[in-house]
């Protein structure tokens, strides 16, 4: 007997399951059973990777957990034939050009993009690094470095021209491994990631200059181009981007002695405010190993700070957002206990769906800056 037998999933006449929207009208907890019973019967043919960001009836079933640089890590490493990516679209592009030969990666819902990594695209990126060279930047004295949080292709034009990916978890090294190779660095899409690592390394404000690729000539002048030693794309994300000093004033003023911890894809001047920064990784690491009664006001996405709320309240430590209103990332939330179902339940019938397939032409120099990134590790 199939799973889907077993869990008495509706089949439509022609004995192919049925369309997604069936599974839409379905409530959350109904799906429980159901992705439980797939898991089982895929074993391990599939390998289930969850960002924590991912909403509580999703990450429970995933396999492993973590930031963007733990998860691209297990996909270069796991023998699966399938690696179902709860997370966003990079992510699971990214898994697709580190995994092997004759693996696939599902990326659940195909809506589930990040509105940062949309904000720069490769024909912007190319008109960049071409007004960079018109303005006098020889290709030898800077190197294009890109967040995870972007397209292939644009890793791909970073690892042709000798640069790499980072994480919010590795972009100091990164750096650090750019200006052993180079004077300028061209980082991208966030410009505060960009900043704010730049900052810790004591490069001066006035050294990092912000290219506008909706401007002509990024809206900067060749003169300013020449003389900078970052040049930081002029993208966000709109999650963090949120948080504001203000807020770090009133929650200190609300709860005295909370630590303020924040992602670093938050503004410099809440960064500068908060006590530590780090990848969602690094957040939790730091909640976890805090002595009992600690508390905590977090900077980042809602579900995370949520689930470490519930998490750590049996140790007394206290866990609040940043910002009261809460920030959720909207493409993260995409991937629901239905859609999980539906792309599991086809996988046990033998069918592919939502599969991320990067271009083979993308992939050779994509994974080149991903392999850097890797070997500089988190
Ligand atoms: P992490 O790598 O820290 O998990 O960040 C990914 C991300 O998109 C944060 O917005
Ligand atoms: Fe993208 Fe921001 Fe969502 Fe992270 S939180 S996936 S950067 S939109």
């Known amino acids: 007997m199939s799973v889907l037998e077993e869990v008495d999933v509706p089949l439509s006449a022609e004995g ?9 009208v379905l409530p959350d907890n109904s799906m429980d059973e159901r992705i439980a019973a797939a898991r089982r019967a895929l074993g391990k043919t599939t390998i289930l990777l969850g960002h924590h960001y991912q909403r509580d009836e999703v ?15 297990a996909a270069a490493e796991t023998d699966a034939n399938y690696i179902l990516f709860c997370g966003v679209h ?20 195909l809506n589930a993009g990040c509105s940062m990594a949309d904000m720069a695209e490769i024909g912007q990126v190319e008109e960049c690094w071409e007004t960079l060279l018109d303005a006098g930047v020889s290709e030898s004295e800077i190197l294009p470095l890109t967040y995870m949080n972007s397209a292939a292709a644009i890793k791909a034009f970073c690892g042709e021209r000798g640069g790499l990916v980072c994480t919010s978890s590795n972009a100091r090294k990164a750096f650090e491994w750019a200006f052993a190779r180079a004077k300028k660095i061209l980082f991208l899409p966030d410009q505060h990631l960009g900043r704010n690592t730049g900052h810790a390394m004591g490069i001066p404000l006035n050294e990092m200059v912000v290219y506008d690729p909706w401007q ?12 900078a030693k970052v040049v930081l794309w002029k993208g966000h994300c709109s999650v963090h981007q949120r948080f504001l000093p203000e807020h770090v004033d009133k929650v200190r003023a609300k709860y005295p002695g909370i630590q303020v911890i924040v992602h670093p894809e938050c503004r410099l001047e809440v960064c500068e405010k908060a006590d530590a920064m780090g990848s969602t990784e690094g957040l939790i690491r730091i909640v976890r190993e805090a002595p009992q009664g600690s508390s905590f006001a977090i900077g980042t996405e809602i579900h995370l700070v949520n689930r470490l709320a519930k998490e750590f309240a049996p140790q007394g430590k206290k866990i609040v957002t ?35 397939q990067v271009r083979d032409d993308v992939k050779y120099w994509a994974r080149a800056a991903l392999d850097r990134m890797l070997e500089i590790r988190a």
């Open 90 to 109: 990079f992510m699971a592009e990214s898994a697709d050009i580190l995994a092997h030969e004759g693996q696939q990666v599902i990326l659940p819902d």
């Open 16 to 24: 192919e399951a049925c369309s997604l929207d069936s599974y839409l």
């Open 59 to 73: 990450i429970r079933f995933a396999d492993f957990t973590g930031d963007s640089y733990k998860l691209s890590k």
């Open 322 to 356: 940043l910002d009261d209103t809460g920030c959720l990332c909207t493409t993260m939330y995409r991937i629901s206990p239905q859609h999980l179902a539906w792309a599991l339940e086809n996988l046990v019938e033998g069918r592919v769906v939502n599969r991320i």
């Open 216 to 227: 002509i000539g990024g809206g900067i002048t060749p003169e300013r181009l020449r003389a």
